[in-house]
């Protein structure tokens, strides 16, 4: 017998068990060649076999060898669910349990190291969304509009908006006339496909995204903008037409920017805004982390780094202060581009978002062309479990709060608030996207729900959240170019799209009912909510 | 749902014509009350045409309350035109127990001021004449602004015509302008504040119809200016809105209704002016309406304006002979009143279209 010692690894500890049915498998090795994490192996195991073939029982019984499937019991080795194993499995032999017994919490703190993971908080996924309701309904004095005949406004501002007062019109005659330039600003549609690096993603799980991006542009004429995140984008990209398509984004590493600033000359359009990033929602605060595994050759040419660990400072370091840098940052990007383009800032939210909103409102040059309020729900490449789990703000009441804070002072909508961090969660990303907007927000953004609709199978049940390690099973988050070739760009792009259009027509089939041919934004009088608290907290109708 | 109705005419008539107008669209509108601003005033009123005219609705102790107040600002009352009340028992009407009508002399001081500083200081003057009967829950104020009237009541339209004896056509009190609306807003509480038409320095404004922007609009506007107060109906917004385009901002009129019914951004590109279109429609945002609704709105100059929502989903219509234009929800009304009229002449205003009377009973129409 092997021994044991008592402090031993053993499966039992880790969170995801392998069910095995031998009698199943014919071991074609399937499974062991498609896990990534290396969870699992070919091995042999001893049985004994009882046998009994004449007319009288006689049993014999024999000891025999036979080769088997097994998991490895290996923190480092941890199945983590992804369920490869079973997909790729011609006879159903196996599959991955859920074990609610697992002790890697308290064995994974191996040699000091925290805990590193990717995904999402796998704490918090409670969702107030789901306890709101649409429940001003049309029904005899304002007729609810037809969703298939009414045309619909479905687009959100991108840019610093002006108060009626300071417009620089004049009446010429019976005309108003623009007298000197206002601030830039781009209508999009309310839905951005937010920031995840090339390096984050893979080259492939990027170029998916910014293929649906383009698609649903050019084929759909739905004017989506998809944000690069931190570390640039491929420079032939940079010098084409798609770049319109484009937020590019700054964060406190500042990665990619030397390839940005050098491409501009070439550059034949502008890129649709400028989002400085200043924290996350699912980190909020640490700042990007990109661990040495996935900085592959592409990732350093595109950044403009060697093989290492990137990791960008948790905030923007200034000479002074972090004020003064975002100050100047916003300068810069304004300049840049010649006050043509917006340019718009991402925080973390916080219990500090409303002061920060305030500022940015009262902020005497208008510069600051959109909040982009992340809230805890929102996903990482890499992060340490402590702050995925236990940081962060959710951000529902959060938008709720910076909104009623403009319109105490007459200044909503002049910095459009734009929320993320949860929003499609559960998969219905209108529907979460129409409470934010009635609730203040001019548009949300969606990072996770793309990359599931790519083929990520993480969730908010410890599902994976692998994306930390380079081996993502679903070849996404990776740069190993044997995985990457997992992916399969066009499915992908398309998943992408024909989500894109049924979102379109869910949020018509929402706005046509509340008789709305334009976006609800602040229309808190549609919603109604069966929990008192969140009816208190957000102001909205109590209802039972 | 709402009936409105508003006549112009280039002879002062009586009040009883606005009646006319309304009583045959009774089936739309259910009698539950009569509101009606008049503006260019003749009859007893018309000899104090520069004079500011209170329109209240009170108690005793209101009333008292009032001229204790007015005298403490310095108004003198110069003229108060008080109505033959008819008493008839059975009358439905939910009378207040005084109705005011009363033209004051501005402050001395304020002799040579300004326009400007005297709508300022008659807005400030019922503002506050408002929150003080409010506070002691002892009447209401309509209007105080020179050579406008306005009269509100809940009840049957007859029974309130009736009782301040507005059926008899007499020449005590006329005018060349009345907006007319015979309905309490049946979708919330009744209160007096919440019949139509509003009124705000000069701009007059009812509207038929939902809001269902209602709560940004208010959100909104409430920060806009200090009068902007109240929003016991959404049609308030549509006024505030008005108010703040041509009396705040000062733009043409036709930038109105590009504020509360904007064109489609796909549709705006297409335009020379869009530049100013999308500025205005951004910067604007929270002042759009959305929902079913034709307004009637009449101006400090005494000129008229009607326009519908930008899905049409209200209708509204106007007729006209010589001396006498109507504009009213439903053509019935105006069949009443404008009998002999040449019908083809009538409009039905599309929902990008803005309809202006003048003085001179003038239409200019324009498409948004
Ligand atoms: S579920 Fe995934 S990690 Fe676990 S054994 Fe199967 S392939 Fe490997
Ligand atoms: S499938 Fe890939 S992207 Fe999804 S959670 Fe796992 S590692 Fe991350």
């Known amino acids: 017998m092997e021994t044991v010692k008592m402090q031993d690894v053993s499966v039992i500890d880790l969170p995801w068990k392998i069910e095995y049915q031998s009698d199943r498998c014919t071991m074609c090795g399937s499974c062991v060649a498609t896990c990534t994490f290396n969870a699992i192996e070919a091995g042999v195991e001893r049985r004994s076999v009882t046998v009994s073939t004449g007319h009288q029982p006689s049993p014999t019984q024999r000891h025999s060898a036979v080769p088997v499937i097994r998991q490895k019991a290996s923190l480092t080795n941890a199945c983590v669910g992804c369920g490869m194993c079973e997909k790729v499995c011609p006879n159903r032999a196996i599959r991955p349990i859920r074990n609610l017994d697992s002790r890697q919490n308290l064995l994974a703190r191996t040699g000091g190291a925290t805990i590193k993971r990717g995904g999402r908080t796998n704490l918090n996924s409670d969702r107030t969304l789901d306890k709101i309701i649409v429940g001003r309904i049309s029904q005899m004095t304002d007729p609810a509009l037809d969703s298939e005949r009414h045309t619909f406004d479905i687009l959100a501002p991108f840019g610093r908006v002006l108060s009626p007062k300071e417009l620089p019109l004049a009446a010429v005659g019976n005309d108003l006339k623009l007298t000197t330039s206002t601030p830039p600003v781009n209508w999009i549609y309310p839905v951005i496909f937010s920031d995840m690096s090339i390096g984050a993603l893979s080259t492939r799980a990027w170029e998916a995204i910014a293929l649906a991006t383009a698609y649903l542009n050019e084929k759909h004429n739905m004017p989506i903008r998809m944000c690069s995140g931190e570390g640039g984008m491929p420079v032939k990209l940079m010098q084409s037409e798609y770049l319109k398509y484009t937020i590019l984004q700054i964060a406190s590493g500042h990665f990619g920017w030397n390839r940005i600033i050098k491409a501009m000359p070439e550059m034949k359009v502008d890129p649709a805004g400028i989002l400085i990033k200043i924290g996350q929602g699912a980190k909020p605060g640490d700042g990007g982390l990109l661990p040495a595994a996935k900085v592959a050759p592409h990732v350093q040419a595109i950044r403009g780094v060697p093989k290492a660990d990137l990791m960008s400072p948790p905030n923007h370091q200034g000479l002074y202060s972090i004020e003064e840098s975002v100050q100047k940052m916003f300068l810069s990007m304004n300049a840049a581009f010649k006050f043509r383009v917006p340019v718009a800032i991402k925080c973390a939210a916080s219990a500090t978002s409303v002061s920060v909103y305030n500022n940015l409102l009262r902020d005497p040059y208008k510069i600051c062309g959109g909040f982009f309020l992340d809230g805890i729900q929102g996903g990482t490449g890499a992060a340490n479990e402590v702050s995925l789990d236990h940081t962060g703000h959710p951000i529902v009441s959060k938008v709720r709060e910076c909104y009623l804070a403009a319109v105490k002072q007459g200044s909503q909508g002049q910095i459009p608030l734009w929320a993320g961090g949860g929003v499609g969660l559960t998969g219905n990303a209108a529907a979460d996207a129409f409470k934010l907007l009635c609730l203040g927000a001019n548009g949300v953004f969606l990072g996770k729900m793309l990359i599931q609709l790519c083929g990520c199978i993480g969730n908010e049940q410890g599902r994976c959240n692998s994306c930390s390690t380079g081996k993502c099973p679903t070849g996404i988050c990776t740069q190993d170019p044997h995985l990457v070739r997992r992916l399969d760009i066009d499915k992908a792009a398309q998943n992408i799209v024909d989500y894109m259009l049924a979102l379109d027509a869910e949020l018509k089939k929402l706005m046509a009912p509340i008789g709305n041919s334009t976006l609800p934004v602040g229309r808190s009088d549609a919603l109604v909510t069966t929990d008192k608290a969140i009816a208190d907290k957000l102001n909205i109708q109590y209802a039972c | ?368």
């Not at chain 2, 107040?69 to 009407?93: A, H, Q, T």
């Not at chain 2, 503002?127 to 020179?146: D, I, N």
């Not at chain 2, 869009?274 to 429609?281: D, V, W």
């Open chain 2, 1 to 368: 749902m709402c009936r409105i109705g508003a006549i112009k005419s280039k002879v002062p008539f009586h009040p009883s014509k606005a009646l006319y107008l309304m009583l045959p669209q009774q089936e739309g509108h259910d009698n539950s009350g009569f509101a009606m601003v008049m503006q260019d005033l003749y009859g007893r009123f018309a000899e104090y045409k520069d004079k500011p005219l209170l329109s209240v609705a009170c108690t005793q102790k209101g009333n008292k309350l009032i001229e204790d107040f007015m005298d403490n600002n310095n108004f003198n009352p110069v003229y108060e035109w008080i109505p033959n009340i008819s008493k008839r028992p059975g009358l439905d009407i939910k009378a207040m127990p005084y109705y005011i009508f009363r033209a004051y002399d501005y402050p001395e001081h304020y002799a040579d001021t300004t326009p400007e500083a005297k709508a300022e200081l008659l807005l400030d003057i019922r503002l506050a004449l408002r929150e003080l009967l409010e506070k002691a829950g002892q009447g209401y104020v309509y209007s105080f602004w020179p050579d406008v009237l306005t009269l509100k009541e809940i009840g049957d339209p007859r029974d309130i015509a009736e009782y301040f004896g507005l059926w008899k056509e007499t020449d005590e009190l006329t005018a060349k302008n009345i907006v007319v609306q015979c309905r309490q807003n049946t979708n919330y509480d009744i209160v007096r504040y919440a019949a139509h038409p509003f009124f705000l320095q000069g701009y007059t404004l009812c509207a038929n119809g939902e809001n269902t922007f209602y709560t940004k609009n208010k959100e909104f506007q409430k920060s806009l200016h200090r009068g902007y107060i109240g929003f016991e109906s959404d049609s308030q917004n549509f006024l505030y809105t008005l108010h703040y385009v041509l009396h705040e901002l000062k733009w043409p009129i036709k930038y109105y209704k590009h504020v509360i019914t904007p064109l489609p951004f796909a549709e705006i590109t297409t335009r020379s002016d869009r530049a100013e279109l999308t500025a205005i429609r951004q910067s604007l945002g929270h002042l759009e309406i959305n929902g079913p609704n034709t307004i009637i709105a009449m101006l400090p100059s005494g000129d008229m304006m009607t326009c519908c929502d930008s899905k049409k989903l209200r209708p509204v219509v106007v007729g006209r002979d010589e001396n006498t234009l109507a504009i009213a929800s439903e053509v019935c009304g105006i069949n009443t009143i404008l009998p002999d009229r040449d019908k083809t002449l009538d409009i039905y205003p599309n929902e990008r279209e803005v309809v202006l009377i003048n003085e001179r009973l003038e239409v200019e129409r324009w498409k948004q």
